[in-house]
């Protein structure tokens, strides 16, 4: 298996609802990536995991919450978000932390009504 | 602080060869990376030069200059396909791992 898997693809939730987003990889990569994209924009880093410890969160709001539960998953709690909040958000992984080829997911597109 | 700057956009025609340049200012340097993005995709992995010189893959070659914190993109024989978003990018040097800063993408559009 070489592919980052992400779930659901698309996603459209209320300001005032709770969401995941989940992130799966079976290559035995130990560093694990949130990013966040909007339209015509680079990705932007929300969070890494290396070796299923939060080592950077890029002050992002608490309303997202990331969870690393094993080595092979990676959550992203979604809750009270905002309008703007409205993007795609990339997983990404990477062998042993210390590389520049990142493998990304397809995304989740969210919409925030 | 870190950044990275690309052209914002780069047309050209099928069977062409294109350059898209990046200048980066880094405290650390640990490589030059390139990605590329089709609409609604992710970002997949292009190239990596960490030391000067070119790295040929296929149609696609990148170049390093550490000394002129600069390079670039070759894009042979220009196919409809290669209509996408091109990002260079560099590690993040304020915290550990390879978390990536990517320049805003130079969206190159192939005509026939």
């Known amino acids: 298996d070489t592919e980052v898997t992400q779930t659901p693809k698309h996603l459209v939730m209320g300001m005032t609802n709770k969401k995941s987003l989940k992130c799966e990889q079976h290559m035995g990569h130990r560093a694990m990536y949130w990013y966040k994209q909007k339209a015509k924009k680079p990705p932007e880093l929300m969070f890494v995991y290396s070796y299923e410890k939060l080592s950077i969160n890029e002050s992002v709001p608490s309303r997202f919450s990331p969870e690393c539960p094993n080595s092979s998953l990676l959550n992203l709690h979604l809750h009270a978000l905002q309008p703007e909040d409205s993007a795609l958000y990339l997983c990404a992984s990477n062998p042993d932390g210390e590389r520049n080829e990142q493998f990304f997911g397809p995304g989740t597109r969210l919409t925030v009504l | 602080g870190q950044s990275l700057e690309q052209p914002s956009e780069v047309t050209a025609v099928e069977g062409a060869i294109v350059q898209i340049n990046c200048t980066y200012q880094?405290?650390?340097?640990?490589?030059l990376s390139w990605y590329q993005q089709h609409d609604g995709g992710a970002p997949t992995f292009l190239s990596y030069n960490a030391l000067d010189g070119l790295e040929e893959t296929g149609r696609f070659s990148s170049f390093l200059s550490r000394s002129d914190s600069y390079g670039y993109l070759l894009l042979q024989e220009l196919q409809m396909k290669d209509s996408a978003s091109y990002f260079c990018?560099?590690?993040?040097?304020?915290?550990?791992?390879?978390?990536?800063?990517f320049g805003k993408g130079t969206t190159l559009s192939v005509s026939s």
């Open positions: 990018a560099v590690r993040s040097t304020n915290q550990a791992g390879t978390a990536l800063i």
């Open positions: 880094t405290s650390g340097f640990y490589g």
